[in-house]
């Protein structure tokens, strides 16, 4: 009976054991950078809102090329007092129809056609700025959760022996083999770490939220960024040219195409305005049975207002001013993309030289001062002074390694965002 009892414990353990690692699995979600973008392209909704507004604006060329729907108007005389009837529809009756359709002049219609092709390349434009700047969000935040979660095991990697010495220390303590205020300094290094750790988990919880809500991750799972820097190690920041940047950049910002196609637009706005001084023309055509000079009227109408007054002076003098307002906003975002770029780029050589000379110093070294460290204490090989002064440069270190290269692959993606593309992989 006692092994029946044993058993079921065991088989229940291991059950929750299970349980446990298959919820861990089910909640956290591994990615590659890659596979990361392909969530984000498919389920964002910043982006997916986009498409929607370019199916609107798509929608609106349509709209622009119908034609007006033509007026029909029918008339019946409700009494007639000569024969007594109501509603006569027969010969003796007055019944009366017409039908009006309104004729735009000096192409109005294809003018309103082509400004709204424009609006539709705006936003399509809007659609691929959108991407670029999320895109943007999404890597930084990808790699700024990554060194986060890299800091996070840092803290691990030293808590876990520390929490272990203090447990040791405090049984010696205990027996009076080991004074107080070699535990306390212990026990304070510990607080200052676990506080520094959780300080890092607020920040590592926020880069989770952002980067949930960029991938559209319904089931809201944990992500574990998973990247490899290999690539990253070989890019020379001579190979560029910053002219051949900026040329790329003024070609390929989806910004400064809106900026352009706003300028078209305006300028097809103006024709449009000036064609408005033409006036439309109504033609129709009516019938009446018996309220005219003859029996069975029939007739063709011409109607258009008479341009005396209102020559659509004021909207033409908006849109001509329209027109300079936006090449002035055109030409203060060209200035905007070349300081962009000067400024990435600046950076971008300054992270990539800082990095390349102390990462591997950073990487190496610093792990070897930690090996060790616990045993060589307690073998009082070091003072607790020195235990401590080795245990913050360790953590210094790495987060510093951990910091610098966020640093470095922020500058990549900072030239890649004020290029409009992706020119560093």
Not at 130 to 157: A, G, K, N
Request: charge should be negative; aromatic fraction near 10%.
């Amino acid at each position: 009976m006692d092994r029946i009892i044993i058993l079921m414990i065991c088989s229940f353990t291991v059950f929750n054991n299970v349980k446990a690692q298959v919820r861990l699995s089910i909640d956290t979600l591994s990615l590659s950078m890659q596979e990361a973008e392909n969530l984000f392209l498919k389920n964002n909704f910043d982006l997916l809102a986009a498409k929607y507004q370019i199916n609107e604006a798509d929608a609106a060329v349509i709209q622009a090329r119908l034609w007006d729907n033509p007026n029909f108007n029918f008339e019946q005389g409700a009494y007639n007092k000569n024969t007594g009837k109501w509603f006569d529809f027969s010969q003796t009756g007055e019944s009366a129809a017409s039908v009006q359709q309104l004729i735009y002049l000096a192409g109005k219609r294809n003018k309103r056609i082509n400004i709204e092709k424009i609006n539709l390349h705006i936003a399509r434009y809007q659609f691929y700025d959108l991407i670029r700047t999320l895109r943007y969000e999404l890597r930084t935040s990808f790699v700024d959760l990554y060194c986060l979660q890299q800091t996070l095991s840092v803290y691990d990697r030293e808590l876990e022996p520390l929490k272990t010495l203090i447990d040791a220390y405090y049984t010696e303590y205990q027996k009076g083999n080991v004074a107080f205020k070699e535990l306390a300094r212990l026990q304070a290094l510990q607080f200052s770490l676990e506080n520094e750790k959780l300080e890092v988990m607020k920040d590592a919880s926020e880069k989770q939220a952002d980067l949930i809500l960029l991938t559209g991750d319904s089931l809201s799972r944990s992500i574990k960024p998973v990247i490899s820097f290999s690539s990253l190690d070989v890019i020379n920041p001579d190979s560029f040219n910053l002219v051949q940047l900026v040329d790329s950049a003024l070609n390929n910002r989806s910004d400064l195409k809106i900026a352009e196609a706003q300028i078209e637009s305006e300028k097809m706005n103006l024709l449009l305005q000036k064609a408005m001084r033409v006036p439309d023309m109504t033609i129709g055509a009516r019938y009446d049975k018996a309220g005219s000079y003859v029996h069975n009227y029939n007739s063709l109408s011409l109607g258009f207002d008479l341009p005396l007054w209102n020559h659509n002076q004021g909207n033409i003098k908006v849109s001509e001013n329209k027109i300079e307002e936006n090449r002035v906003v055109k030409n203060e975002k060209e200035l905007e993309v070349k300081s962009d770029i000067t400024r990435a780029y600046t950076q971008f050589i300054e992270t990539d030289k800082l990095y390349k000379s102390s990462s591997r110093r950073f990487d190496s070294n610093y792990e070897k001062l930690f090996n060790g460290l616990t045993d060589a204490y307690k073998n009082h090989t070091i003072s607790l002074l020195e235990f401590i002064d080795y245990y913050e440069t360790y953590k210094d270190s790495k987060n510093e390694y951990y910091h610098l290269l966020n640093n470095r692959f922020e500058s990549i993606e900072s030239l890649n965002l004020a290029v409009g593309t992706t020119i560093i992989k």
